[in-house]
Nanobody
Framework: QVQLQESGPGLVKPSQTLSLTCTVSGGSITTNYYYWSWIRQPPGKGLEWMGAIAYTGSTYYSPSLKSRTSISRDTSKNRFTLQLSSVTPEDTAVYYC??????????????WGQGTQVTVSS
């Protein structure tokens, strides 16, 4: 059974770079045809897909966040990382990582992490 676990700081200051890691167990991030996404949910709002990294290592980004987002992976540790630069309080959200057969994830599926709260505040 594939399991995903987000980790990272819960508090980030404005203008800094948010960095989160998703550690995967029970399956490899290089397994054919799977995409590994980051999704967030600001308080009182819906899910927002941020981007994904494919089993090939190719990356896909939301146009609205592309200029500030970078997703990478470490296949030796079976994990992938989100970096979001120049954060503002509007980036405060619960951040999730997920596995899907599509690069864009808009609804909650079977293979999601539990989520991690990130607050942007000075």
């Amino acid at each position: 059974q594939v399991q995903l676990q987000e980790s990272g700081p819960g508090l980030v200051k404005p203008s800094q770079t948010l960095s989160l890691t998703c550690t995967v167990s029970g399956g490899s991030i290089t397994t054919n045809y799977y995409y590994w996404s980051w999704i967030r949910q600001p308080p009182g709002k819906g899910l927002e897909w941020m981007g994904a990294i494919a089993y090939t290592g190719s990356t896909y980004y939301s146009p609205s966040l592309k200029s500030r987002t970078s997703i990478s992976r470490d296949t030796s540790k079976n994990r992938f990382t989100l970096q979001l630069s120049s954060v503002t309080p509007e980036d405060t959200a619960v951040y999730y990582c997920a596995r899907d057969k599509n690069p864009v994830v808009t609804t909650r599926g079977a293979y999601w992490g539990q989520g991690t709260q990130v607050t942007v505040s000075s």
